[in-house]
């Protein structure tokens, strides 16, 4: 529905590739205007979203180019496999740092402009591994169960202000993210496509759309949900 989101202002992090960059042009079709972030890309905002006091900087950005703000999407991640013998203490810093508290600190920067805006909408990235465990992926399941109960109590927080907070729990998507260990593991990738009722990994633009569809009044008694958006794969569990 071209037009659901005329006017409105988004903030999207990660916006540099994959998830992020979708969903960015997702929003921006459905009219929004989108302050895009990333550490490199063609972005409005080259930035790490774990510096100190970028969280502040940015959604102060966003207030001087569009005095508001409406949709906050913390999209910037990492994952790897690192098997847990060995698990460097730096990697699960960086992990947690980058998946877990640079959107704890985004979320605070943004709570007073959401609440002006009077149709706030906070859509974290979780994934599968919000519900479910993973070998070789303690840090990243970690990371992704802490941003599913980060949403949930966000979502009690704010709700009575009309912000609505939600979390998307993709699977198998196909990005630069997930791309090497595709390559690497060719296995992995058809035990996926096999796993997903649709018999496909996902796509970018697949999460995309869901985001854009929770960003908008058609979401709006929607909040403190995480939602799976994995092509069926864990009706399989």
Same mark, same amino acid.
């Given at each position: ?20 960059? &979708?969903?960015? $042009?997702?929003? &921006? ?7 895009? $972030?990333?550490?490199?890309? *063609? ?11 970028? *969280?502040? =900087?940015? +959604? #102060?950005? $966003? ?11 913390? !999209?910037?991640?990492? *994952? ?16 947690? &740092?980058? @998946?877990?508290? /640079? ?7 943004? $709570?007073? %402009?959401?609440?002006? *805006?009077?149709?706030?909408? +906070? ?9 479910? #465990?993973?070998? #070789? ?7 992704k169960h802490a941003v599913l109960g980060l949403t949930?109590?966000?979502? !009690?927080?704010? #709700? ?5 907070? @939600? !979390?998307?729990? %993709?699977? /198998? ?12 593991? %060719? ?9 997903? &009722? ?5 796509? %970018? /633009?697949? +999460? ?16 403190g949900q995480g939602f799976f958006v994995d092509g069926?794969?864990?009706?399989? =569990?």
């Amino acid at each position: 529905m071209a037009g659901r989101l005329e006017g409105r202002v988004a903030l999207v992090t990660g916006a540099g590739s994959g998830i992020g960059a &979708a969903a960015a $042009v997702r929003l &921006a079709l459905d009219g929004a205007h989108v302050y895009t $972030v990333d550490r490199a890309g *063609s972005v409005d905002r080259i930035a790490d979203v774990t510096s100190p006091g970028i *969280s502040e =900087q940015l +959604i #102060g950005e $966003v207030l001087a180019r569009h005095e508001g703000l409406d949709i906050l999407v913390p !999209c910037a991640g990492i *994952s790897a496999f690192h098997p847990l013998e060995g698990h460097s203490d730096p990697y699960w810093d960086e992990v947690l &740092a980058i @998946n877990v508290t /640079a959107v704890f600190r985004l979320i605070r920067a943004a $709570v007073a %402009p959401l609440k002006r *805006s009077g149709r706030g909408r +906070i859509i974290t990235i979780g994934s599968t591994l919000s519900r479910f #465990g993973g070998a #070789g992926l303690v840090a990243y399941g970690t990371s992704k169960h802490a941003v599913l109960g980060l949403t949930r109590s966000v979502a !009690c927080e704010l #709700g009575p202000f009309g912000i609505t907070v @939600n !979390c998307l729990q %993709p699977g /198998a998507i196909e990005t630069p993210m997930t791309a090497p260990a595709f390559t690497a593991m %060719p296995e992995f990738k058809t035990y996926w496509e096999k796993k997903a &009722a649709l018999g496909r990994l996902g796509q %970018p /633009a697949d +999460i995309a759309d869901v985001i854009a569809f929770l960003a908008s009044d058609d979401a709006r008694f929607m909040s403190g949900q995480g939602f799976f958006v994995d092509g069926g794969a864990m009706q399989a =569990q």
